[in-house]
């Protein structure tokens, strides 16, 4: 273990090929999480209007059949749903969102233009006033920059998380000091994170290096990590929900 590592237990993250753009299964982030010893894997694929329809919500809905336990690896149930409006709306409904276990919601560019401050905080504020949202996804991207201290201050009011996303840093360019903003106002203000890889492919799993740096640089305390170990994000999820992601 390195000096810039924090102990990370599950992955918040993680695409399979029910998105277009991925390229692994379940059972292949499953075995592959085993193998480095990764506890546990939140399956987050996009919801559909980032890709025409792909995957269709019945997806999201039939996620329940999933084992448990997949070569030991505990899988919980998730999405990373996409915010097309500046009110912060998501496109899955409550209904299609009602079984799952772990919900980021994200901006992307291609179901939502870039706007003013303004309308990108409000976007993110919408957002966490979902009941099904429970984690903001790469808010430090340079492309939708909002009032931060905004939305990290009622992240923590609602009890909701903000994602340290290692391709932030990796692959959108300008994010860096976004990001780092965003993990010292997470420390300031006692809101919890969790860091993740969003593995697009499963030898990316554990890949957290840049977030990391991140969090080294705000020196960001361990205890506020929410998947530093299984059992506190199994705590956080039955904060959240009345689902024990412990049972079947």
Same mark, same amino acid.
């Given at each position: 273990? @390195? ?18 753009? /991925?390229? =692994? ?5 499953? =075995?592959?999480? *085993? ?12 919801? +559909?209007?980032?890709? @025409?329809?792909?995957?269709? #919500? ?8 999933? #084992? ?13 749903? !996409?915010?097309?409006? %500046? ?8 209904? &299609?969102? *009602? ?14 233009? +870039? ?6 905080? &409000?976007? %993110? ?5 979902? #009941? ?8 430090? &991207? /340079?492309?939708?920059?909002?009032? %931060?201290? *905004?939305?990290? &201050? ?12 290692? !391709? =932030? ?13 965003? /993990? ?11 860091? =993740?890889?969003? *593995? ?20 960001? +305390?361990?205890?506020?990590?929410? @998947? ?7 705590? %956080? ?12």
């Amino acid at each position: 273990m @390195n000096e810039l590592q924090y102990p990370i237990e599950v992955e918040t993250h993680a695409h399979t090929i029910a998105t277009a753009h /991925a390229y =692994s299964t379940v059972t292949e982030l499953c =075995s592959y999480a *085993a193998a480095i010893g990764v506890k546990g894997v939140c399956v987050t694929d996009h919801g +559909p209007i980032l890709e @025409n329809g792909v995957p269709h #919500p019945f997806h999201f809905v039939n996620l329940k059949i999933l #084992p448990r336990r997949i070569h030991g690896v505990l899988l919980i149930r998730g999405a990373e749903l !996409n915010l097309y409006d %500046y009110e912060g709306n998501v496109d899955l409904t409550p209904e &299609q969102t *009602a079984d799952l276990e772990w919900v980021i919601a994200s901006i992307h560019t291609p179901c939502l233009k +870039p706007g003013t401050l303004l309308e990108i905080t &409000q976007t %993110y504020l919408g957002a966490l006033h979902n #009941p099904a949202v429970d984690c903001l996804g790469h808010i430090g &991207q /340079a492309r939708y920059p909002c009032d %931060y201290e *905004a939305v990290v &201050q009622e992240a923590g009011r609602l009890g909701k998380i903000i994602e340290i996303n290692n !391709n =932030s840093a990796r692959m959108r360019k300008g994010s860096w000091e976004n990001c780092v903003n965003v /993990a010292k106002l997470c420390k300031r203000y006692g809101v919890r994170v969790c860091v =993740s890889t969003d *593995a697009h492919y499963h030898t990316l799993l554990g890949e957290w290096e840049s977030a990391f740096s991140i969090l080294k640089e705000a020196d960001f +305390p361990e205890e506020l990590i929410v @998947n530093r170990n299984i059992n506190a994000f199994h705590d %956080y999820i039955l904060e959240r929900k009345t689902i024990d992601i412990f049972e079947g």
